[in-house]
């Protein structure tokens, strides 16, 4: 959040959870709530001090899920959510599939020393993997679109990338399979994930499954953010500021 608010100063952006207890993790309906009686509040002040002012139009709020893929269990949660606020909102789509997300995988991989951290140097390091499993959740939709960010993915490393499901039995070792069954010989397991949205312990569980090490989830890497105010700038037709990727070092 506080990466969107640096790229575009003045934004009033808020965090709400999905399970929360409107006290210290507010949920987005009271978040939702909240934002329309301050709107509502200013307006009314305006008028009072005699201002000449028309009654705000447009959504109240836009609600960007942070989710780098699609999830439909959480996405219909999320919808329901802002239905139950009766407060006019936008939703957008999630962050991926999208390049700025290959480039965080590929840090997050180069931090826990399962691949190079720079191509064009041609720095390897003793543990790097020749293919990639990138662990998603939500399903085979969430497959497919990290499919697209794994194929950026594989651009970038010049290793095979095959995207396979958290939460469906079996998808992880299948995919480990496949990619020892072409060739690849070190694994790595790459959580394309934010983080919060599922128990930490399912990838140490898929990284156990596939007998394999495993990066850390994407979490507050600065395109996260960035992503976030593309998809809330674009809600609202303003010309965003155009996401810039953080050079791999």
């Known amino acids: 959040m506080s990466i969107a608010r640096s790229e575009l100063p003045g934004l009033d952006a808020r965090i709400a959870y999905l399970d929360g207890d409107d006290s210290e993790f507010p949920t987005l309906q009271a978040v939702l709530t909240h934002a329309s009686e301050e709107r509502s509040a200013r307006f009314e002040q305006a008028r009072a001090a005699g201002m000449d002012v028309k009654e705000p139009d447009g959504p109240v709020a836009v609600v960007v899920p942070l989710l780098a893929g699609p999830d439909g269990a959480l996405l ?20 991926g599939p999208h390049p700025l997300l290959a480039e965080a995988l590929h840090v ?17 390091v003793a543990t790097a993997a020749d293919g990639i499993i990138l662990a998603s959740v939500g399903g085979d939709e969430a497959v497919q679109a990290a499919g697209i960010t794994g194929m950026l993915l594989a651009a970038r490393l010049a290793v095979p990338v095959m995207a396979a499901a958290l939460d469906q039995d079996g998808s992880i070792a299948d995919v480990a399979e496949q990619l020892r069954g072409s060739g690849s010989q070190q694994l790595a397991l790459a959580p394309y994930l934010i983080g919060p949205e599922i ?17 850390e989830a994407l979490g507050p890497y600065p395109a996260i953010g960035k992503l976030a ?7 609202l037709g303003i010309v965003p ?9």
């Open 108 to 124: 997050r991989l180069s931090e826990a020393g399962l691949a190079r951290a720079d191509r064009a140097r041609l720095f390897t």
């Open 76 to 95: 219909r949660r999320i919808r329901q959510a802002v239905m139950d606020s009766r407060i006019a909102a936008d939703l957008t789509d999630v962050l």
């Open 199 to 215: 128990d930490p312990g399912l990838i140490d569980e898929a990284a156990k499954e596939a007998g394999c090490s495993a990066a």
């Open 229 to 235: 105010l593309a998809k809330y700038t674009t809600a």
């Open 241 to 249: 500021p155009q996401p810039q990727g953080t050079p791999v070092r």
